[in-house]
């Protein structure tokens, strides 16, 4: 049975109940056995605190970093521990998420490369419910998870990790930035292009409204035919009805569709 993903909580002090917010959220995973989440109140008294910090940042697989002004103030979580995670994240032995606890300048820091949570980069207190910030945070700690979990159990060790994903494996795979999946699984994206697409354009064609691969059998409801949507070149399709040129089809608007989009 593949073991839990480490997690390692990175916050300010000052921050503490906004991330632990955040970490309810999370609790679910662990009841079931998919994260095991660590930070510093865990650590026992009379141990070494720095000793026990040290040994968790060379550990974790995943780093959430809970970002705030007062994060930025804190010599200790900037210096030592968001660094640290970055170097781990660049070797491609772990994988960093900022959670974007309030506004901040986070975006000209060394994680302004990143893709960070709650989606868009808004801030947790920015919402108007709370709970459905913090709930999109652990949705997409979730995807991260279930990545990492999937490969470690295709890795013989189960501890390698591939730099391309930033997760463990020994293959070369794709993975979709929204919704996580490996390419070539059963599921689609609800953004621009399925998840077999979303990494890279080559050796296939989608639609960036209906995600359906060019010549598979469907229409999108917007201006195109998925067949067109994307690339331009060699047809013709009404901007209204959808349809290709040539058929027998009549647009309700000004033209019929042989005409719409040619004179």
Known sequence: ??????????YSHEDEQLMDEVRQHLVILERQGLI????????????EW??????????????????SSRFMDSDYCYEQEMKEALRRHDAGEAHVIPVI????????????????LPRDGRPVTSWENRDEACLDVAQGVLQVVRRLRHDSADSPSGKTFSRSSGAPSTKTLIYCSRCGCVAGTQSVCTGAYTHHDFRTGVHATYCRRC?????????????????????????????RCGARAGIQSICTGAYTHHDFISG
């Open 1 to 10: 049975m593949t073991e839990p993903i480490e997690i390692f909580f990175s």
């Open 50 to 67: 720095k000793l026990e910090i040290d040994a968790r940042l060379m550990k974790a697989a995943i780093f959430l970093l809970f970002i």
């Open 36 to 47: 095991l989440k660590w930070h510093d109140r865990k650590i026992p008294p009379g141990s």
């Open 211 to 239: 995600g359906l691969k060019v010549g598979t059998q469907g229409v999108c409801t917007g201006a195109y035919t998925h067949h067109e949507f994307v690339n331009m070149a060699d047809a013709s399709y009404c901007r």
């Open 101 to 116: 606890l309030s506004p901040c300048l986070w975006q000209t820091s060394p994680l302004g490369r990143l893709q960070v």
